[in-house]
């Protein structure tokens, strides 16, 4: 049987407010801290060229996992928040993970 297929959702944003984007973010965090099947990693970048706007990568062990996630009404709730921080509504883009490697 093949191994779950990792999952990765890019959200693309614009704000001027990221520390308090970043605050919430974090306090969600403490309050999902112990919870099984949320996100493994996150990579937040800053594009060079477009200041205020952000790309957020978050990484699931399926796309069940995201699934589950994103029907919690605590992530609902902090999406919620977020958008009202943005200048633009966010976007979502939804990967499949088909390859990864550790380059050094």
């Known amino acids: 049987m093949e191994a779950p297929v990792k999952f990765v959702q890019i959200i693309d944003f614009e704000t001027e407010r ?3 984007m ?11 801290a112990g919870r099984t099947g949320g996100p493994t990693h996150r990579l937040v970048l800053q594009d060079r060229n477009t200041p205020n706007r952000y790309l957020v990568l978050i990484e699931f062990e399926s796309y069940e996992d995201a699934m589950r996630n994103s029907n919690d009404p605590e992530t609902t709730r902090m999406a919620q928040q977020l958008a009202a921080l943005c200048t633009r509504p966010p976007s979502f883009i939804d990967c499949d993970v088909r390859e990864m490697t550790e380059l050094k």
């Open 18 to 20: 990221m520390d308090e």
């Open 22 to 32: 970043r605050e919430l973010v974090e306090q969600a965090a403490q309050r999902a």
